[in-house]
């Protein structure tokens, strides 16, 4: 959650990088600073969640420098993760089910020999509580973001 402060001082922070060279390399170093941050502390909060199956969740997150036009800055997000913001907002609603196999090896409580079935489509309320790790870990690091960013302004106003 963005409060009002947090908002103006981005603003803030946009109107005075806007006027700086396009390649200042003292802005970029501290975007990856940033973004190395505020990355490591999300990947402590997957871990801390629990969220860690198959590695790809915690494996996605990373941090892109951009730029466009006059406003340069980070991204820092799990890309190309679909159920990255399920966790990090949880979801409550139906979810459709395809059709699918299933290797069974028990059946109403009592072993069976091991079989594949199909499971026909369908759809299920799903109830998933949100367990979020990249709010927080940009929330934490606020101080660390604006004192990074002062320090480059202070260095590159000086003719750094």
């Known amino acids: 959650m963005i409060t009002h402060n947090t908002s103006e001082l981005i603003h803030r922070i ?80 139906t979810v459709n089910v395809p059709t699918h196999q299933r290797t069974i090896s028990q059946a109403f409580g009592h072993q069976i020999e091991q079989r594949t079935i199909t499971v026909k489509g369908h759809s299920r309320n799903a109830m998933v509580k949100e367990r979020a790790y990249l709010r927080p870990a940009i929330l934490s690091s606020r101080v660390f973001i604006v004192d990074t960013l002062r320090a480059a302004m202070q260095f590159i106003n000086t003719g750094g």
């Open 14 to 93: 946009q109107a005075r990088t806007e006027n700086l060279a396009p390649d200042s390399p003292k802005l970029r170093e501290a975007f990856d600073r940033i973004g190395l941050y505020v990355t490591a502390i999300a990947k402590l909060n997957v871990r801390r969640h629990g969220l860690i199956d198959t590695g790809r969740l915690i494996n996605s997150l990373r941090y892109e420098y951009f730029r466009d036009g006059k406003v340069q800055g980070v991204q820092i997000g799990s890309f190309n993760v679909p159920y990255a913001a399920v966790h990090e907002f949880g979801y409550r609603g």
